[in-house]
């Protein structure tokens, strides 16, 4: 089993992004679904029963990854290979701007 983060939406969990042997998946909870007003973790992964998957990192995901001088700090600072994109989300995402985050 590859490695997973939980996505949580305004402080609510809404789903789990996790690393296949494929590739990607992200998924949103069933409890999360059911909700009358789930908000989408972004426009291009609106809500949905089935899962997203890919062979690449997900585009939305793949920019909540800092850039530039902050990048270097978290690759120094955690020991992270700056090509592995969802170790660098996973380390890095927890604390991000705006409505999303992802905790390991």
């Given at each position: 089993m590859g490695r997973e983060g939980k996505v949580f939406v305004q402080g609510e969990y809404a789903g789990?992004?996790?690393?296949?042997?494929?590739?990607y998946e992200?998924?949103?909870?069933?409890?999360?679904?059911?909700?009358?007003?789930?908000?989408?973790v972004s426009l291009t992964m609106?809500?949905?029963?089935?899962?997203?998957?890919a062979n690449t990192l997900f585009p939305f995901f793949d920019g909540l990854i800092p850039e530039g001088w902050l990048l270097a700090v978290v690759e120094r600072n955690w020991k992270i290979d700056g090509k592995d994109r969802f170790g660098l989300?996973?380390?890095?995402?927890?604390?991000?701007?705006?409505?999303?985050?992802?905790e390991a």
């Amino acid at each position: 089993m590859g490695r997973e983060g939980k996505v949580f939406v305004q402080g609510e969990y809404a789903g789990l992004v996790k690393e296949t042997d494929e590739g990607y998946e992200f998924a949103y909870d069933p409890v999360y679904l059911a909700k009358e007003k789930a908000l989408p973790v972004s426009l291009t992964m609106p809500v949905r029963e089935e899962p997203y998957r890919a062979n690449t990192l997900f585009p939305f995901f793949d920019g909540l990854i800092p850039e530039g001088w902050l990048l270097a700090v978290v690759e120094r600072n955690w020991k992270i290979d700056g090509k592995d994109r969802f170790g660098l989300m996973l380390a890095s995402c927890r604390d991000c701007i705006g409505d999303v985050h992802i905790e390991a």
